[in-house]
Nanobody, 115 residues
């Protein structure tokens, strides 16, 4: 069974950066298209970025030009989300999961941005 573990969150001030990591374990199969999602208090979980097996990326407008999704090509079980110029509205729990038909959510990692 695939397990996903997110890390790298924390408390930062507005304008600062964080790098989130996602590690997959428990399966011999690859996840080709990986997404980063976030859930703010009282809101639904939303996908904010994904990267495909060919390296194509997608970002929602609210994070485009500030966030960068990437993967470790040498290690097909690791993905990252570089978050720059963080804003108060980026405050959420962040998750990684399949870009399409996500299932089996990890614990997520909390990102708190103080203004």
């Amino acid at each position: 069974q695939v397990q996903l573990a997110e890390s790298g969150g924390g408390l930062v001030q507005a304008g600062e950066s964080l790098r989130l990591s996602c590690v997959m374990s428990g399966s011999i199969f690859r996840i080709n298209d990986m997404g980063w999602y976030r859930q703010a208090p009282g809101a639904q979980r939303e996908k904010i970025a994904h990267i495909t097996s060919t390296g194509s990326t997608m970002y929602v407008d609210s994070v485009r030009s500030r966030f960068t999704i990437s993967r470790d090509d040498a290690n097909a079980t690791k993905w990252y989300l570089q978050m720059n110029k963080l804003k108060h509205e980026d405050y959420a729990v962040y998750y990684c999961n399949r870009a399409y038909a996500p299932s089996g959510w990890g614990q997520g990692t909390q990102v708190t941005v103080s203004s």
